[in-house]
């Protein structure tokens, strides 16, 4: 089963004005993974698309889509893979790939139909290509490693990047997660904006209880989002994008837009957040 919910952009001004329940149904998208379906979400936000793919001991392909009138989803587009959950696998283009607990699989331009299956937990993420580069699977062991934050600051985290121009090539889709260390909370701080790119956070190894409170908005007009176990947040370029969470939790972040430079941001220190 294929559901597919449409979310709007929406300006820095118009978020000034809203209130929780509105805030919510515009940046917070829960509900993603569900037995036996495939769940997406088309964003007007560099037509970014999320989701959540869970085959539960059967397969389930993902092929046609509406949203994007094209015949197959991947026809002109790029896509990013990340198993949350047991062994599953992957078969697309003629070729099948298991993919472990945090294994990411990037699916290039023109691979077809995709098909998920086994016991796999699978978080999809989609931006539009204007070129195929090659299938890849990037293993937890190929990541690249980036160790930041301390634990004085209660931020200490490791950053692995996946689909990133240090381990791989690919169009304008660039994801990777984040784990914070035993006592550290904060991430993303210093927080920062990148005016080039669209972001979006998935929240996820979070005890039922657990929440994390997710940091949004224009940098002098900050909201928050309260944010469960396996909900995700969409990070429009304007918005800073930070959190601090109750228990262990690791955020996969995927972006898009006009380049793949990691880097390419505006940092905002908290003295100067309102």
């Known amino acids: 089963m294929l559901h597919v919910e449409t979310r709007h952009a929406v300006h820095a001004d118009h978020a000034k004005g809203m209130d929780t329940a509105v805030l919510r149904s515009h940046f917070l998208a829960q509900g993603l993974f569900a037995d036996g379906e495939i769940r997406l979400v088309y964003t007007h936000y560099d037509r970014f698309v999320l989701g959540g793919v869970v085959p539960a001991g059967k397969d389930l392909t993902l092929d046609h889509v509406d949203e994007t009138r094209t015949p ?19 078969s697309a283009a ?8 945090g294994d990411v699989l990037y699916l290039g331009m023109g691979a077809g139909p995709v098909t998920f299956s086994g016991a796999g937990r699978f978080y999809v993420t989609s931006a539009p290509a204007h070129r ?31 689909i990133h121009p240090l381990v791989m090539e690919s169009c304008q889709l660039i994801l990777g997660y984040t784990t914070l260390e035993d006592g550290s909370v904060w991430n993303t701080i210093p927080s920062h904006i990148h005016d080039r790119r669209m972001e ?51 955020f996969i972040w995927a972006m898009a837009g006009d380049n793949v430079d990691y880097t390419d941001m505006d940092v905002i220190q908290p003295e100067d957040l309102r």
């Open 200 to 250: 979006a956070y998935l929240y996820h190894g979070m005890a039922p209880e657990s929440r994390v409170l997710h940091l949004m908005g224009d940098p002098q007009e900050t909201r928050h989002l309260f944010v469960a176990n396996e909900q995700a947040v969409l990070s429009p370029s304007w918005s800073i994008h930070s959190g601090a969470g109750i228990g262990e939790y690791t």
């Open 72 to 90: 197959g989803f991947l026809d002109r587009r790029e896509m990013g893979i990340v198993n949350i959950g047991a062994t599953g696998q992957v």
């Open 94 to 101: 003629g070729e099948t790939w298991e993919l472990s607990y």
């Open 132 to 162: 195929a580069f090659p299938h890849r699977l990037v293993r937890v062991a190929d990541a690249k490693e980036v160790k930041l934050g301390a634990a004085e600051t209660s931020n200490k985290r490791t950053i692995r990047q996946f």
